[in-house]
């Protein structure tokens, strides 16, 4: 892989249908912005850490939002998949990454994505998540706070390694 691909950004509409679509609209907004920030880099670039001690990195966020998106996949009683080799649900090391596991990376968190779209196709908002006890409205808004979270750090990655700056 010589450089992420670049993906095109919709911007969510000012007058959704309704609520769910809203919600979808939004989250798929912040997980195209992520990769966004991605776009046009190189593996290489992709692990540069921000200021020591800290391990984040834009291939570390990609990583660790490919977990995050479990909160979804609770929905569809599949056995957990760990979505990439060395990761620990809460550990410090779902930051660390590898230059040479970009690519693998990359398809990781899109099949996460994936199965959180199918998990929760056609349920609705008030559908509790089993085992826990969060709504799946409660989900939506707290991925999306995740993901926007997470791409403000996105954007003084960015800045530091090339100087893109922007939404």
């Not at 919600?23 to 992709?46: A, I, S, V, Y």
């Not at 998990?119 to 995740?146: F, K, M, N």
Request: net charge negative; with cysteine.
């Amino acid at each position: 892989m010589s450089t992420w691909s670049v993906p095109e950004r919709v911007e969510p509409p000012n007058n959704p249908v309704d609520e769910r679509a809203a919600l979808e609209d939004r989250l798929e907004f912040q997980r195209t912005t992520l990769l966004l920030k991605c776009g046009g880099l190189t593996p290489e670039q992709l692990v540069l850490r921000s200021v020591p001690p800290s391990a984040m990195s834009l291939l570390g966020l990609v990583r660790h939002l490919s977990g995050v998106e479990a909160w979804f996949h609770e929905y569809d009683g599949q056995p957990d998949h760990l979505y990439f080799w060395d990761y620990v649900p809460g550990a410090a090391k779902g930051f660390d990454a590898d230059p040479s596991r970009a690519a693998d990376d990359l398809a990781s968190y899109q099949a996460s994505v994936a199965r959180s779209r199918a998990a929760v196709a056609g349920l609705g908002l008030d559908a509790i998540s089993p085992g826990e006890d969060y709504t799946l409205r409660w989900i939506y808004l707290h991925l999306i706070e995740e993901y926007a979270r997470h791409n403000g750090h996105a954007d003084l990655l960015r800045e530091r390694i090339d100087g893109a700056t922007g939404e």
